[in-house]
């Protein structure tokens, strides 16, 4: 169980695409054979929010949950740096979250989690075209639930997992992702892959970044938005999202304030 693939070649060979209205069978509970067999030594990405309701979830801040929870794989390949859940120590190597009843923290699960079987892929960036996502499904020879009489189309399974709530939030996360500035392979150099990573994941420092440097000295944040930004972990993510098309593209999201440009 994986999030999402860096192409959709690579999602496409290994797993059976399903067109939008397509059926599939599943069902997952504690009377499923295979229960609990998916959350063991397996890569799952975490998204932004997931990483932030995680974090909440467990009391911890987000730099702590990185640090306790996470691993960065860094391999050529990828031109954003990409976090996984770090998997238990114990034989078999376990999901941390998963006890004998099943997900402890069910609520607040990664969006991988919640999409499976469902997987779903992004095509490369191309200038003038906004990416299609392309939805397959996992058939792992070990999962019972496939063999479930419950049916599912995509759509009606998106809904049941409320995973739309979570990629509305997310939609300027998938817009730097598979920005145009990416095309031919462009990279960007170490610092604002260090800005990407704070704005993205770390929030709490994030927020430390705002209202504890001469960030709203420097920038017109609009007065009432200000206000959120300390209150409302949400607001803060959307407007990291539209700070780092800023930082990372020069796209004009911000203005910078008359007095600290002179």
Request: contains cysteine; aromatic residues 10%; glycine residues 6%.
């Amino acid at each position: 169980m994986s999030s999402r693939p860096s192409t959709v070649s690579e999602a496409v060979q290994q797993q059976k695409q399903l067109a939008a209205h397509e059926p599939f069978r599943f069902a997952c509970h504690p009377g499923v054979a295979c229960f609990n067999r998916c959350c063991a030594d397996v890569n799952i990405l975490l998204t932004p929010v997931d990483v932030l309701r995680l974090s909440r979830r467990l009391g911890l801040t987000t730099g702590e949950f990185l640090d306790r929870h996470t691993q960065i794989p860094i391999t050529k390949e990828l031109h954003l740096p990409v976090v996984m859940l770090r998997m238990g120590e114990a034989p078999g190597k376990p999901c941390p979250f998963v006890g004998a009843e099943g997900c402890t923290v069910y609520d607040s699960r990664p969006w991988a989690c919640r999409m499976y079987p469902v997987g779903m892929a992004l095509p490369p960036a191309r200038a003038g075209r906004e990416p299609e996502p392309v939805h397959f499904l996992f058939e792992d020879d070990f999962c019972r639930g496939r063999e479930e009489a419950k049916l599912w189309t995509v759509a009606a399974w998106r809904d049941d997992q409320r995973v739309d709530e979570q990629e509305e939030l997310e939609a300027g996360f998938r817009d730097i992702v598979s920005h145009p500035w990416f095309i031919g392979g462009r990279q960007l150099d170490p610092k604002r892959v260090e800005m990407f990573f704070m704005a993205c994941y770390d929030l709490d420092t994030f927020r430390r970044f705002v209202f504890d440097s001469t960030f709203l000295d420097r920038f017109d944040v609009e007065p009432d938005l200000v206000g959120r930004l300390r209150e409302s972990d949400d607001e803060l993510l959307r407007f990291a999202f539209r700070w780092l098309r800023l930082s990372l593209f020069g796209e004009p999201t911000l203005r910078a304030r008359k007095e600290a440009a002179r």
